[in-house]
């Protein structure tokens, strides 16, 4: 049972261009949801992170816009550039027995050509 | 430099040879985590600790065991490995509930 879809799998985006990454959740207890940025080789890094309590949050080029009724979350990268060339994945967070539980999306390979 | 660290980060082994994967965070946090990750499927919790001695289970525990004897380290051991362990290891902590969560480089498996 899979509690975080994410679309698309993989994303190809000219650079300049804004790449979105979607998420869908069905917990409504789910209280936070932050997105993770993974480089070959390397271990996922915190990007950017939201409750549920605001619509938007933006961070440089990153935002993610949030829609509680609909259960949606976002992620928008302004003017992409090569450098953004990662897997991302979408996270949503509840606590379970004094665990910050963390359910993760199943990632989308985002390339940005030039 | 604040940091998680894996050992080793490459394994191949055979079925039912006993392994430890080593984990080690240098930032004094209280909890941490051992994921896999398989494609498509994402990052799964397999086990987790809020502090030491305090370990359980997460989403998929089958197979693995872990142990908390001090704050900074946090060893994954698969005591009868088999191929459907064949994945991404990541280990990941946090100082406490509402804390950022840092993972490590990552450690890939391979059962043969």
């Known amino acids: 049972q899979q509690q975080v879809k994410q679309s698309p799998q993989s994303l190809i985006v000219q650079k300049g261009g804004i790449s979105i990454i979607n998420c869908a959740y069905e917990?409504?207890?789910?209280?936070?949801f932050p997105w993770y940025q993974q480089f070959p080789g390397k271990g996922p890094a915190l990007l950017i992170a939201i409750r549920p309590d605001v619509s938007e949050k933006k961070e440089g080029r990153f935002t993610i816009s949030f829609n509680k009724s609909a259960k949606q979350f976002s992620l928008h990268i302004m003017d992409s550039q090569p450098g953004d060339s990662a897997t991302y994945f979408c996270a949503a967070s509840m606590l379970v027995f004094g665990n910050e539980k963390l359910t993760f999306g199943t990632g989308t390979r985002l390339t940005i050509i030039p | 430099e604040a940091q998680v660290t894996q050992n080793p980060r490459y394994l191949i082994t055979v079925t039912g040879k006993k392994l430890t994967v080593t984990c080690s965070q240098n930032m004094n946090h209280e909890y941490m985590s051992w994921y896999r990750q398989d494609p498509g499927l994402g990052l799964r919790q397999i086990y987790y600790?809020?502090?030491?001695?305090?370990?359980d289970k997460g989403d998929v525990p089958e197979g693995y065991k872990v142990s908390r004897k001090e704050k900074r380290n946090f060893p994954l051991i698969l005591e009868s490995p088999s191929p459907n362990q064949t994945s991404l290891y990541f280990c990941?902590?946090?100082?406490?509930?509402?804390?950022?969560?840092?993972f490590g480089p990552g450690t890939r498996l391979t059962v043969t």
């Open positions: 990941a902590s946090r100082p406490g509930l509402g804390g950022e969560q840092y």
């Open positions: 600790s809020m502090n030491v001695e305090v370990t």
């Open positions: 917990n409504t207890a789910f209280d936070y």
